[in-house]
């Protein structure tokens, strides 16, 4: 079974539906992410968490929410959802206390928006 | 300019060749560097970290250049099962949040 977990894995939605992409994760790391994956396009942050009560934005937040309910979720909010909004969506977690820059990756959520 | 930036390729090599990268980024106070590897359709993983005195793992060597800004994957003797995008990423404050990643190489070794 997959460390970091991701549902839906495919999601195909219309203009203005609220769509929630959720993550949960067994490493017992503290820090989660939510990265969306365009082509041609580098991996790009939309938000981070440290921990429970820490929210950050990242690069590129606006049309997004999201929550972290515990330690091992992390869900990612799109409020109304608009077509460049279509992509592949990763969640990933990271260990503080290894400071090596590696990120565990969930298998991607890939969702379009019609 | 974008702040990591890699040629997209496809590399398209023979099995056994010898294949290199590099990637270049644009903030020279960046502190720590890294490759990861991302098959087609899946998430990406990390390959091997950059250190500046270079990084040997089997078949694959990592180098970083400060001076010149990029750092450079070399694949030696290279398998069938090397096909995949690899992602050249940046860490320009030394925190995990703030990786930078480049749009990938895509290499293709062919029988």
Known sequence: DADVTQTPRNRITKTGKRIMLECSQTKGHDRMYWYRQDPGLGLRLIYYSFDVKDINKGEISDGYSVSRQAQAKFSLSLESAIPNQTALYFCATSDHRRGNGELFFGEGSRLTVL | ?111
């Open chain 2, 1 to 111: 300019r974008k702040e990591v930036e890699q040629d997209p390729g496809p590399f398209n090599v023979p099995e056994g060749a010898t294949v290199a990268f590099n990637c270049t980024y644009s903030n020279s106070a960046s502190q720590s560097f890294f490759w990861y590897r991302q098959d087609c359709r899946k998430e990406p993983k990390l390959l091997m970290s950059v250190y500046s005195s270079g990084n040997e793992d089997g078949r694959f060597t990592a180098q970083l250049n400060r001076a010149s800004q990029y750092i450079s994957l070399l694949i030696r003797d290279s398998k069938l099962s090397d096909s995949a995008t690899y992602l050249c990423v940046v860490n320009p404050m030394d925190s995990s949040y703030k990786l930078i990643f480049g749009s990938g190489t895509r290499l293709l070794v062919r029988p």
